[in-house]
Structure formats: structure tokens, C-alpha cells
């Protein structure tokens, strides 16, 4: 039976998509190393010139996350994921790295994990975010993951929420940062990256659901509506915006894990909370990666992770942050024909195909 979220789409996007979701529960085991998983497998050549992924590193976060997209799925699909191991075991080595975690984003990762999946360790997992979530100045992806965390597991959200609501008190989208403070400077302060846009509108969304929050349901749209807007013409989910009138600053790089999996997470997490249903543009983004069939390594069972400038020193994002801070839509577009979108970052780290799983199975009107 096709999953409700899948039956949204047209036939060929459905098939697409189910097709991505064998490939995710395939490509994780080989990023699944003693227990946790790897921070990314990196492509390189072989002599012969076929592609081959190295498992580089391990993650704490990344496993939170996959542990997310995994609870998703059937027992038996679970443990092919995993290598053989179940969910629980995952979880509660996740639950017991706690003590070492300084960050809130990581903390509340796996505090989501841990309601999402039943955990017997939850309470531990939310007296470790309660105990590291005290800063004044909070990244937006980690304010909204706190605030996911909480919805999850039934928690009172009241800080987390009007964190996130007071994000857009005068402005159109999020940025990089909530709260005042030293975590960006001063050239950057107007900027939100699309990640900083995503997981704000998924938490709100999911916040409406579970409790009925009109001002939640309304900021998650206004959201939604901006990136909708902003969606280049061959569907991609740009990454720099000015927060303040939702234009773009730098579309580039294009991430296949945006087109696949964190644009539809987020925006069917609104349709299922009742908000409205960006069906058009979540396929129109799925186009971008149909296109490029050379992103999507069957054999290998991954996805090239972005489509970027040749601008290794990120120099093209500094310079119309600071020219969009003094002038708002000033875009130098010169900077467009000296550093063209050629060159394709070909690394494939595990969160992307578990949020993959969790973007398109994820149970309807259910968040906790």
C-alpha cells in the first residue's frame, strides 16, 4: 500500500520516490559502523573509473537523525538498516552518550529520537536539553529542533515556541540565529539559510498538530509561502535569503537532500497539520533530481550531495551577504558568470537518507 504522503504525488514522482526509499534503507548500512553511524561516505574514482564511497568519521547527530527516518519503518525494514540491529539498540546508545553532548541541537535530536521511538531513556534525554538549552542566543535549526523535540514527547513547549514565533516578530523568513549575541557577524546578521527556514516550519506545523496553535499554524505558513515564492524555475530550494523581505541572496549550492527530503519533510508536515499543500513545488523540486540522474548512484546507494560554484573559499556567499546588509536585493550578478554552478560535491552524508525516510513515511497526525 502506497504510503499517503507517496499518493500525493503524480504516478512517475510516485515511483521515483519509492525508489529513493529502497536506495535509503540500502545505503545506510554501509555508513553504520560499530554501532553509529559515519559522518559521510566520500566518492572517489577507481582506477577503472567507476565510483566508489569511504566511510569517513562517525556522527552523534547524524545518528539521531537516521534514527528518526528509521522509526518510520517495519521491523524487518528497521533492521536491514541497521545492519541487523533494532531501533532500541540505536536509540539507547544514543541515550547514553547524553552526558558528553554540550550542544542543544544534538541533545534535542536525540530527545526526539528517543519519543519518537518509545525510549525508556526520554526523561533523561529531556532533563540533558533543559540543562544545556539556557543560552541567550540560540542557532535557528537547533531552537527548532529543541521545539520538535518537545512536541514529540508531549513536554511543555512554552519557552521553545515563543522562541521561534518571536524569530519572525519583523521579518519574512529566519535567520541564522535567534536571540542577541556573537554567533554571526555583522554582514551576515540579516542572512537565514534554508535549513534555518525548514526546520522552524516543520516544528510550528507540528506544534498546530498536536495542540491546536493557531499563531504556530500561521507563522509555519508565512514560512512556507516565502520559500515556495522564492523556488528557482527548474525547482531548486535555494540556500541564502534575506530574512528581513525573503529575496535571495545565493541560491548556490543546490542540495539534493533540500529537493528530496527536508523541503517535502517540512511542507507535508504543514498539509498534515492542516496548513496548505505545496504539492506543486515539492514535485517541481523532486524535477530538479529526476533531471540530473547522475546525482542518484544506484549501485552505491546514494545521492551526490550538492550542485555548487567553483568557489572553494565560499567567497561569492561573503560578498553578497555584505552587499544585501547595505543594499537589500543588490545581487552582483557579475559574481554569477565567474564562479558558474559547475562543480558537484560528490560525498553522501547518512542524515540525508534519514530524513529521506522520514519526509515520506512518516505516520499522518502523528508527532509523537
Same mark, same amino acid.
Given at each position: 500500500?502506497?504510503?499517503?504522503?507517496?499518493?500525493?504525488?503524480?504516478?512517475?514522482?510516485?515511483?521515483?520516490?519509492?525508489?529513493?526509499?529502497?536506495?535509503?534503507?540500502?545505503?545506510?548500512?554501509?555508513?553504520?559502523?560499530?554501532?553509529?553511524?559515519?559522518?559521510? +561516505?566520500?566518492?572517489?574514482? @577507481?582506477?577503472?573509473?567507476?565510483?566508489?564511497?569511504?566511510?569517513?568519521?562517525?556522527?552523534?547527530?547524524?545518528?539521531?537523525?537516521?534514527?528518526?527516518?528509521?522509526?518510520?519503518?517495519?521491523?524487518?525494514?528497521?533492521?536491514?538498516?541497521?545492519?541487523?540491529?533494532?531501533?532500541?539498540?540505536?536509540?539507547?546508545?544514543?541515550?547514553?552518550?547524553?552526558?558528553?553532548?554540550?550542544?542543544?541541537?544534538?541533545?534535542?535530536?536525540?530527545?526526539?529520537?528517543?519519543?519518537?521511538?518509545?525510549?525508556?531513556?526520554?526523561?533523561?534525554?529531556?532533563?540533558?536539553?533543559? @540543562?544545556?538549552?539556557?543560552?541567550?542566543?540560540?542557532?535557528? =535549526?537547533?531552537?527548532? /529542533?529543541?521545539?520538535?523535540?518537545?512536541?514529540?514527547?508531549?513536554?511543555?513547549?512554552?519557552?521553545?515556541?515563543?522562541?521561534?514565533?518571536?524569530?519572525?516578530?519583523?521579518?519574512?523568513?529566519?535567520?541564522?540565529?535567534?536571540?542577541?549575541?556573537?554567533? =554571526?557577524?555583522?554582514?551576515?546578521?540579516? =542572512?537565514?539559510?534554508?535549513?534555518?527556514?525548514?526546520?522552524?516550519? &516543520?516544528?510550528?506545523?507540528?506544534?498546530?498538530?498536536?495542540?491546536?496553535?493557531?499563531?504556530?499554524? +500561521?507563522?509555519?505558513?508565512?514560512?512556507?509561502?516565502?520559500?515556495?515564492?522564492? &523556488?528557482?524555475?527548474?525547482? @531548486?530550494?535555494?540556500?541564502?535569503?534575506?530574512?528581513?523581505?525573503?529575496? =535571495?541572496?545565493?541560491?548556490?549550492?543546490?542540495?539534493?537532500?533540500?529537493?528530496?527530503?527536508?523541503?517535502?519533510?517540512?511542507?507535508?508536515?504543514?498539509?498534515?497539520?492542516?496548513?496548505?499543500?505545496?504539492?506543486? @513545488?515539492?514535485?517541481? $523540486?523532486?524535477? /530538479?533530481?529526476?533531471?540530473?540522474?547522475?546525482?542518484?548512484?544506484?549501485?552505491?546507494?546514494?545521492?551526490?550531495?550538492?550542485?555548487?560554484?567553483?568557489?572553494?573559499?565560499?567567497?561569492? +556567499?561573503?560578498?553578497?551577504?555584505?552587499?544585501?546588509?547595505?543594499?537589500?536585493?543588490?545581487?552582483?550578478?557579475?559574481?554569477?558568470?565567474?564562479?558558474?554552478?559547475?562543480?558537484?560535491?560528490?560525498?553522501?552524508?547518512?542524515?540525508?537518507? $534519514?530524513?529521506?525516510?522520514?519526509?515520506?513515511?512518516?505516520?499522518?497526525?502523528?508527532?509523537?
Amino acid at each position: 500500500m502506497t504510503h499517503h504522503r507517496i499518493a500525493l504525488l503524480g504516478s512517475g514522482h510516485q515511483d521515483f520516490i519509492t525508489g529513493m526509499v529502497d536506495l535509503s534503507v540500502r545505503g545506510l548500512p554501509p555508513g553504520y559502523v560499530d554501532g553509529e553511524f559515519v559522518f559521510t +561516505r566520500r566518492g572517489h574514482q @577507481e582506477p577503472g573509473g567507476e565510483w566508489a564511497a569511504m566511510p569517513e568519521g562517525r556522527s552523534l547527530r547524524y545518528s539521531a537523525i537516521v534514527a528518526l527516518g528509521v522509526a518510520t519503518l517495519d521491523d524487518e525494514r528497521q533492521r536491514a538498516a541497521l545492519a541487523g540491529d533494532t531501533l532500541h539498540d540505536l536509540v539507547g546508545r544514543l541515550v547514553k552518550r547524553l552526558p558528553e553532548v554540550t550542544g542543544v541541537g544534538d541533545a534535542a535530536l536525540i530527545c526526539w529520537a528517543a519519543a519518537e521511538s518509545g525510549h525508556s531513556g526520554l526523561d533523561v534525554a529531556l532533563r540533558r536539553l533543559a @540543562e544545556l538549552d539556557t543560552a541567550p542566543q540560540i542557532h535557528t =535549526v537547533e531552537a527548532a /529542533w529543541a521545539l520538535a523535540a518537545l512536541v514529540a514527547a508531549g513536554a511543555d513547549t512554552g519557552r521553545a515556541r515563543e522562541r521561534l514565533l518571536g524569530g519572525l516578530a519583523s521579518d519574512r523568513l529566519y535567520r541564522h540565529t535567534l536571540g542577541d549575541g556573537p554567533l =554571526v557577524p555583522w554582514y551576515r546578521a540579516h =542572512v537565514g539559510c534554508f535549513a534555518d527556514q525548514v526546520y522552524p516550519l &516543520q516544528a510550528l506545523a507540528r506544534l498546530h498538530a498536536a495542540t491546536g496553535d493557531p499563531e504556530a499554524l +500561521r507563522a509555519a505558513e508565512q514560512v512556507a509561502a516565502g520559500i515556495c515564492q522564492a &523556488q528557482g524555475d527548474q525547482g @531548486e530550494w535555494w540556500w541564502h535569503y534575506d530574512a528581513r523581505n525573503g529575496s =535571495v541572496v545565493e541560491g548556490y549550492p543546490v542540495y539534493s537532500v533540500h529537493q528530496l527530503a527536508m523541503a517535502p519533510m517540512a511542507l507535508l508536515d504543514l498539509a498534515d497539520a492542516g496548513g496548505a499543500a505545496h504539492v506543486a @513545488e515539492i514535485s517541481k $523540486g523532486l524535477d /530538479w533530481m529526476i533531471e540530473r540522474p547522475a546525482f542518484v548512484l544506484d549501485r552505491l546507494a546514494l545521492t551526490w550531495r550538492k550542485e555548487a560554484r567553483a568557489d572553494p573559499r565560499k567567497l561569492v +556567499r561573503g560578498l553578497r551577504a555584505a552587499a544585501t546588509r547595505v543594499h537589500a536585493g543588490s545581487g552582483l550578478g557579475v559574481l554569477d558568470r565567474v564562479y558558474p554552478p559547475v562543480a558537484v560535491d560528490r560525498e553522501c552524508r547518512p542524515y540525508e537518507l $534519514g530524513w529521506l525516510l522520514y519526509a515520506w513515511l512518516t505516520r499522518s497526525g502523528q508527532v509523537s
